[in-house]
């Protein structure tokens, strides 16, 4: 399991009491992507205040993040100089303001927040947003940056399961030997092509998913749908994302109760990316009836047709019947890969070490000969 640092209050900065300077203080939590889960270990976190002067400022001891704790605030005091200008607070448990590493073989085990700016002329308090830095291995661009929404509600939140798949896809687009090279995924994205590859990812979230094969791929034409609600923190990161040479992204409201909107219907896609979609076991009906509008059957699946993938990290038995429903609609497993998550608890009595599942789905024709025209 993944834990994340979130602002339950962002950071603020305030004259000191005690007359000199300024004092910035915010409150934290490390929890899990639901927030049903704390940290339940002791852990010293690093604490950066970057000033506009060129200057970071740390507090005189790292604070520490207790087993048990809920909540924790956090106090810095900083000199008049040095709080005149933009400020940004960068949290972390690794022992530096750098971003987290997430590759094939390696995921964070604690992701750190950097807030907005604030300060100077402008708001004292930080915007009720927080940004993820995530170090990929794949692409020119190095860094991959996604904002969030700050406070303890989950939605527009990294959850594990897309972090997950972003390592996975690090793999697929790397040179492979053995059954890996062999993959209709892989082939989909790794063999060079005249045109680019068109996906559609639905439920984005915050885009990660999306923008991260934007990022790593060439030639990636990438829609990313959500609900209207999504669209602000979407764009947002959209807008600030680095994307390889001749990728594009846009975003677009879907909801999957309501009749598709013509930008999807009329186009093909060939890769369909859903990540951690599958926990709310009501809405699962019209997810697969989405993916049965936008995925045409195929003749053959692992050569030229569409393939969806699918991320996600078992939460409850209902979610089972995902997959009764994909079969009902036409769509076969082709591909399945597990992915490991860090396990903070170092194997402690009583707890499972969670895992992403990956799985690969096409479309068969119903009568085996692919669709009727």
Not at 43 to 70: F, Y
Request: overall charge negative; glycine content about 8%.
């Amino acid at each position: 399991m993944v834990f994340y640092i979130r602002f339950l209050k962002v950071p603020k900065i305030s004259p000191s009491s005690a007359g000199s300077g300024s004092t910035v203080k915010t409150t934290v939590t490390l929890t899990s992507d639901l927030g049903d889960e704390f940290l339940d270990q002791d852990i010293e976190l690093s604490v950066h205040l970057d000033c506009n002067n060129g200057v970071t400022r740390t507090p005189p001891r790292r604070p520490k993040w207790q087993a048990g704790m809920r909540a924790l605030p956090l106090e810095l005091h900083v000199n008049k100089k040095d709080g005149a200008g933009p400020l940004r607070l960068c949290i972390s448990g690794s022992g530096h303001d750098a971003a987290d590493r997430l590759s094939a073989t390696r995921m964070p085990e604690l992701v750190g927040a950097w807030s907005g700016l604030f300060g100077a002329s402008g708001s004292p308090e930080a915007p009720r947003k927080m940004e993820r830095r995530f170090d990929l291995q794949i692409g020119g661009c190095a860094q991959l940056s996604i904002w969030e929404e700050t406070g303890e509600s989950i939605a527009r939140h990294i959850w594990d399961a897309s972090l997950g798949l972003v390592a996975h896809l690090q793999i697929l687009l790397q040179p492979q030997a053995g059954p890996v090279a062999c993959s209709p995924l892989r082939r989909l994205l790794y063999h060079p092509r005249s045109t680019p590859l068109r996906v559609l990812e639905l439920g984005t979230g915050c885009g990660i998913v999306g923008l991260a094969l934007a990022q790593m791929r060439a030639d990636t034409h990438a829609v990313l749908t959500d609900l209207p609600e999504a669209m602000d923190i979407l764009s947002l990161n959209i807008a600030a994302a680095c994307r390889a040479n001749g990728s594009h992204v846009e975003p677009l409201p879907l909801d999957w109760d309501a009749e598709l909107p013509k930008s999807v219907w009329e186009r093909r896609f060939e890769l369909v990316l859903v990540s951690d979609c599958t926990y709310n076991a009501d809405s699962l009906p019209a997810l697969v009836r989405t993916l049965g509008a936008v995925v045409q059957e195929e003749k053959e699946v692992a050569e030229k047709g569409s393939l969806v993938l699918v991320a996600m990290k078992v939460r409850h038995e209902s979610e089972k019947v995902f997959f009764e429903l994909m079969a009902s609609a036409g769509f076969t497993q082709v591909e399945h890969w597990s992915i490991g998550l860090p396990d903070p608890s170092r194997g402690a009595v009583g707890r499972s070490v969670d895992v992403v599942e990956i799985y690969a789905f096409g479309r068969l024709g119903r009568d085996g000969e692919g669709a009727k025209s």
